[in-house]
């Protein structure tokens, strides 16, 4: 009985030590697996964690940047300081830097003269050696923009320069504030990014590399700082560092004042993060692993066989999740093991919370890398790769696809007039109105830049995607309502069709931007990318000589389209419109080349051969008995002409024509450029007996407070709104208040667009005084107008049955 026994004791013994060993060989494996797994996600996401956390460190110096600009731009409207600044008040404009500077926590701050030469400042690195070559290189962009910032060595350390002109009205110099690039901004990096930021710099190119600030240490600034830096900086770089192995990208920072980054002063900012850390395994993981043998092993003392099912199976999930980890796949489904109320569940409710974390890490990550925060669209980056992804989605299936572009008009107006609050949700508004037109799954739309937007079409036709640029166009038509404002943002859309139009992802998105930029300048609807828009430059410069000589050769002609009054139906006036007889491309309409114009001086020449084009024609009609007041349109640059009035009034002695035979029409965003100096424009002719009227009135940027100061006689309501009023309910509200609004303020109101006879009707029991459109009169040459007028008087004595419907017929 003896030998069984010990027979039995030592095969137990050996199946415990071999179910003990395969256990040890499991956790060998585990342990093995998710090590693998880690090192290699954390090497093969390097490269993409450095490229997020370098776009999020972007971000953040261009955060910082307009918090300088910001306050930089609120001192410069400082009257303390422009009158320290008038009585060369050295010790106040220090005080008043002082101040300002202290509240954002910018250590420089200095005024400049309009040399650049420094006449005060606050902190004692600020010098003229540092900050005047820098002031005049951010002085180039600020003279188009208002305002600059740019990176600069400010006695030998990195700062974020801000420099903001202040007028009165004249330049009186340069309000400058400076911000250390320091160990703050490496924290938040890290915070959102979990790298690390060591910044260099150097003052030429014979100096060495010094390290100004890093998270890593003194120790690893100057480690990293001894390499050889010059030259490009590559993608991604390994380096050695206090015996760490470490995955960095170099970013050039642009150095203001110097020439190039080779020669001058330059600053390079190195974004790292631990290869060494990131691939280790957690110490809670390795805890749980212990952890998980040690239970194992007692269980499997006890019984092998229950130990092997209850044990063995749970870590065979726990590696393979670990491995689906080390991947970079975390979104897998949850461990069952996790249900498990033992020290197994509990290992597996650590994975998942370990999993989670990653998982929102990532997100995190994403939202900052590929969403635009204000909107919270898309933006540029993940737009493009999601159109590079659909173009290689297609090329399988044959299928096609197309990328829309849009724009809004005035929308830098806008921002300016009424600040960047009605700015900001002004797109956040126009965001979402754009994505309730594109309502298919799968398509895209994005914020691509400041107020330029993206569509993604999967599986779009060129006539699918003409149809949904048609019905975003039409969209836009109708006012923004943001609280007392009511903006309307017209759009350009270009459109552009792959493999049609582009072979790859980048030259798609660039030819859509070119028919989006043509859309704008034709101001006719939404247009599809052609090769001759390649060369519209070339083309607008030739159709501007063109014109040029067209004004010389008499290839202009003047038409007449009628107003006639709702209440007699009589002929109240005619609008002056402006077509152009080409030798070769027949005759053109004004949105052919008025756009053209009004990038030059030139419109101003076509408006004044218009006003006497007018006056002759004006003088016709009273040849002919016929007495009405002829309208013609003024552009932009001819309100901001000082000269216009003196420049009319001559046209009126040598044609021997009063003012009061013409109504001069705005539209209102005419004005908006320079709102007073254009109101002085108007003042002025209104005084020397011209009617003025407000052109497509609703359709732009209205307010009583503009409406209130601007001397004209009459409101002249946007077409988009009178033709579709007549089965609009909506429309036809708006109407009767535009109507209600500019009796109210003493105005009369033009409707035009009306096309049918029910318009008409329904602008009369509004009591609006005139009507323009189709349904009357087309556009027609001064000669068929003398005609026409005619047949209308002849037509009215026949009928005697003035303003009704059959006059019409």
């Not at 569509?455 to 949904?468: D, F, K, M, Q, W």
């Not at 270009?494 to 798609?508: K, N, Q, R, V, Y």
């Not at 040029?548 to 139906?569: D, F, I, N, V, Y």
Request: charged residues 20%; negative net charge; contains cysteine.
């Amino acid at each position: 009985m003896t030998l069984p026994r010990r027979l039995h004791v030592s095969f137990a013994l050996r199946l415990a030590a071999l179910l003990l060993g395969l256990l040890a060989l499991l956790q060998l494996a585990s342990i093995t697996a998710i090590g693998l797994g880690l090192d290699a996600q954390a090497r093969r996401t390097l490269p993409e964690r450095l490229a997020a956390g370098e776009r999020v460190f972007k971000s953040l110096l261009e955060q910082r940047a307009q918090v300088l600009t910001d306050a930089a731009a609120a001192l410069a409207a400082d009257a303390a300081l422009r009158a320290a600044a008038l009585s060369d008040d050295r010790t106040t404009l220090a005080s008043l830097l002082e101040q300002h500077g202290a509240r954002i926590g910018a250590t420089e701050a200095a005024w400049l003269g309009t040399d650049f030469g420094l006449r005060a400042r606050t902190g004692e690195a600020m010098q003229q050696a540092a900050i005047g070559p820098a002031a005049a290189a951010l002085a180039v962009s600020a003279g188009s923009t208002g305002s600059a910032s740019g990176l600069v060595l400010v006695g030998g350390r990195p700062h974020q320069l801000a420099l903001v002109p202040v007028k009165a009205p004249g330049l009186l110099g340069w309000v400058a504030l400076g911000l250390p690039i320091d160990d703050r901004l490496g924290a938040e990096l890290h915070t959102l990014t979990s790298l690390d930021l060591t910044l260099l710099a150097r003052d030429s190119a014979n100096d060495p590399w010094r390290g100004t600030h890093s998270t890593l240490g003194d120790a690893a600034a100057r480690e990293i700082a001894a390499q050889p830096w010059n030259g490009a900086a590559t993608p991604m770089a390994s380096l050695d560092v206090a015996g760490e192995e470490l995955g960095l990208r170099p970013r050039w920072l642009a150095t203001l004042g110097a020439a190039d980054r080779e020669s001058g002063p330059a600053m390079l900012a190195l974004l790292s993060l631990s290869i060494d850390a990131a691939a280790g395994m957690p110490r809670e993981l390795q805890w749980l692993l212990l952890g998980i043998g040690l239970f194992g092993a007692g269980v499997f003392a006890v019984a092998a066989l229950h130990t092997a099912r209850r044990i063995t199976a749970p870590l065979r999930e726990l590696a393979d999740a670990a491995e689906r980890l080390g991947t970079g796949n975390a979104t897998t489904p949850p461990l069952a093991a996790a249900a498990r109320s033992d020290e197994i569940g509990e290992a597996a409710r650590s994975f998942e919370h370990m999993r989670a974390s990653v998982v929102a890490a990532q997100q995190q990550t994403l939202r900052l890398a590929y969403r635009d925060t204000l909107t919270g669209l898309p933006n540029r980056a993940q737009f493009d790769a999601a159109v590079h992804e659909a173009i290689a989605a297609s090329a399988g299936t044959g299928s096609t696809l197309a990328v829309l572009v849009l724009d809004l008009d005035r929308f830098r107006s806008i921002n300016d007039r009424l600040g960047h609050a009605v700015g900001d949700r002004l797109l956040q508004a126009a965001g979402e109105r754009l994505a309730r037109q594109v309502m298919r799954e799968g398509d895209m739309v994005a914020r691509r830049a400041g107020d330029q937007f993206a569509v993604l079409l999967r599986e779009s036709t060129p006539e699918l995607a003409h149809s949904v640029a048609q019905r975003i166009a039409l969209a836009f038509e109708q006012p923004l309502a943001l609280d007392e404002h009511r903006l309307a943002v017209p759009v350009g859309v270009g459109i552009a069709c792959w493999p049609e139009h582009a072979d790859s992802a980048d030259t798609l998105v660039h030819r859509a931007e070119r028919a989006m930029r043509a859309a704008k300048r034709g101001r006719s609807g939404p247009l599809v990318y052609e090769p001759a828009m390649d060369d519209g430059s070339a083309q607008s410069l030739a159709l501007l000589d063109e014109l040029r000589e067209a004004l010389a050769r008499g290839e202009l002609r003047l038409h007449l389209q009628p107003k006639l009054s709702l209440a007699t139906g009589g002929v109240a006036g005619a609008e002056a419109l402006l077509r152009w007889q080409h030798p070769r491309r027949g005759l053109l309409p004004p949105e052919e080349f008025i756009p053209f114009a009004e990038q030059t001086g030139l419109v101003r020449e076509l408006t004044l051969w218009v006003f006497e084009a007018c006056a002759r024609a004006w003088r016709d009609l009273q040849a002919e008995d016929v007495d009405m007041v002829l309208s013609l349109n003024l552009s932009a640059r001819d309100l901001l002409d000082a000269e216009l009035p003196a420049r009319l009034e001559k046209r009126l002695l040598e044609q021997r024509v009063p003012a009061e035979a013409f109504c001069l029409e705005i539209t209102e965003g005419a004005f908006l450029d320079d709102p007073q100096r254009a109101l002085a424009t108007l003042k002025r002719l209104s005084l020397m007996g011209f009617k003025l009227s407000i052109d497509d009135f609703g359709a732009g940027l209205s307010s009583y407070a503009w409406l209130k100061q601007l001397p004209v006689d009459e409101l002249k309501i946007d077409t988009a709104f009178v033709r579709n009023m007549d089965h609009d309910p909506v429309d036809a509200k708006l109407v009767r208040s535009m109507i209600e609004l500019a009796h109210n303020l003493g105005f009369g109101v033009v409707a035009e667009g009306v096309e049918n006879a029910r318009t008409w009707e329904l602008l009369r029991e509004l009591n609006c005084e005139q009507a323009q459109g189709f349904h009357m009169g087309r556009p027609m040459p001064v000669e068929e107008f003398l005609a026409w007028s005619a047949r209308w008087v002849d037509k009215r004595r026949l009928l005697g049955t003035p303003g009704s419907a059959g006059l019409l017929h």
